[in-house]
């Protein structure tokens, strides 16, 4: 019998699990790939978004986690030796029309005491990054922004929730879930059935499908968007050394410059609505999306160098909000949903959030004695 089951490895499963696993009682997280982390937690920007980027006006929670989050990581990720890419970002006014509104994201943060964010002309921007459009017109530097490998990060938070004493079993698919004497009863598609006090749904895009397991009517529903991208060949890594943001629109954070810790860098990604949960490889459409917009931003794009392409599924829910609450039937089933961007970037704090006040409110958990902070062996 265990007292928390996370369905879900990805990033935030994982840190949920590390979590838990620095107080007394029992954690078990189950994955149904062969693997953690295989789902959208690498199928994204793998971005640390600096907390201008963030604004509240899309989601109270998503701003407040997602800062705690950037504030988290720039420890965490050299305590767990994460490959990261610490460049800064800068987001990008590509014309004179366009320096309003950079005026006001910028004032905006410092209403925030965002006091990172520093102005620059175009030529200050031009002599950092020379291959910059020549048409932009200024920008917003924020040096907290960085890309990490969401990778090893989901495999060393892992093996530090494991010292710790969580178990983790990949390749457990969940197919139903059961609530009697207060005890939820989960099976998956290997016929093995696990027994839980509580039930934590950290599955990504199969949110509503694990949630319709225990709840008639789920308080959300999945609004599926596929993002695209071309990668490109580590060979270029001196293409761009700082993330490139275009200015927010309704669409949401637009196609960005990303490059990598390993030296690659990611173009995208597009915004398209899809019904289905299930990643597809990149369409035309979006190729010349991504072209046209990247263009806009930089010149000399080496698109001769694209040595991948993919695509990766926002678990996206019809509220613009995370939906990080315990379910109003069964409170000790806890929905940790509509995690699309800025859901790497929020995850440690997310971890933290659910456990100190969703669950704690319910019943007070005891920190163990002793607790392995970043130790993975
Ligand atoms: C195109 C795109 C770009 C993005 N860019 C960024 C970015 O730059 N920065 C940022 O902060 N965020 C970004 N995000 C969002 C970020 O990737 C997600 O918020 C984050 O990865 C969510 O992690 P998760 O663990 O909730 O979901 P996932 O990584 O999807 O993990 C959910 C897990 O649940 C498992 N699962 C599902 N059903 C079951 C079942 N029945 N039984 C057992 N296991 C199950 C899945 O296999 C999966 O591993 C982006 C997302 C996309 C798609």
Do not use: C
């Not at 189950?30 to 201008?52: I, W």
């Not at 905006?108 to 200050?124: F, M, P, T």
């Not at 099976?187 to 509580?198: A, F, V």
């Not at 960005?256 to 995208?268: A, K």
């Amino acid at each position: 019998m265990y007292d928390f089951l996370i369905i879900g490895g990805g990033v935030v499963g994982t840190f949920i699990a590390r979590e838990l696993s620095h107080y007394e009682g029992k954690t078990l997280l189950l994955e149904k790939e062969s693997d953690l982390s295989q789902v959208q937690t690498t199928h994204n920007s793998a971005l640390v978004h600096p907390p201008a980027m963030i604004p509240p006006e899309k989601g109270e929670l998503k701003s407040r986690l997602a800062r705690q989050g950037n504030e988290i990581y720039q420890t965490v990720a050299a305590k767990f030796d994460v490959p990261v890419n610490k460049g800064g970002a800068f987001l990008i006014a590509k014309n004179e029309a366009e320096i309003e509104t950079l005026l006001e994201i910028e004032k905006a943060a410092r209403e925030r005491g965002i006091d990172e964010v520093r102005y620059l002309s175009k030529e200050e921007l031009l002599a950092k990054e020379p291959n910059l459009n020549d048409e932009i017109a200024a920008g917003l530097e924020m040096p907290s922004g960085m890309s990490a490998d969401t990778s090893v990060l989901t495999k060393k938070i892992a093996a530090n929730a494991v010292k710790n004493g969580a178990e983790i079993v990949t390749g457990e698919k969940v197919r139903s879930i059961e609530f009697a004497d207060d005890v939820f009863t989960v099976k998956t598609e290997s016929g093995k059935s696990y027994q839980s006090r509580y039930v934590l749904n950290a599955a990504g895009a199969h949110n509503e499908t694990i949630a319709r397991m225990i709840e008639e009517d789920p308080p959300y529903r999945m609004r599926p968007h596929r993002g695209e991208y071309m990668v490109l060949d580590a060979s270029e890594k001196n293409f761009m050394r700082h993330i490139i943001y275009p200015l927010p629109s309704k669409k949401g954070k637009g196609i960005l410059i990303i490059p990598q810790p390993d030296g690659t860098t990611r173009l995208g990604p597009t915004s398209t609505y899809q019904e289905s949960v299930d990643d597809t490889p990149l369409t035309e459409e979006g190729a010349q999306e991504i072209r046209s917009e990247i263009a806009s931003l930089a010149k000399n794009v080496p698109f001769d160098k694209v040595y991948r392409e993919y695509s990766g599924v926002r678990s996206s829910i019809n509220q613009d909000d995370f939906y990080i609450r315990a379910s109003k039937e069964y409170p000790s089933f806890i929905h940790v949903a509509g995690i699309d961007s800025p859901g790497v970037t929020s995850s440690p704090a997310i971890a933290k959030y659910v456990v100190e006040e969703i669950i704690i409110p319910q019943e007070p958990l005891q920190k163990k004695g002793n607790v392995y902070l970043y130790d993975t062996e």
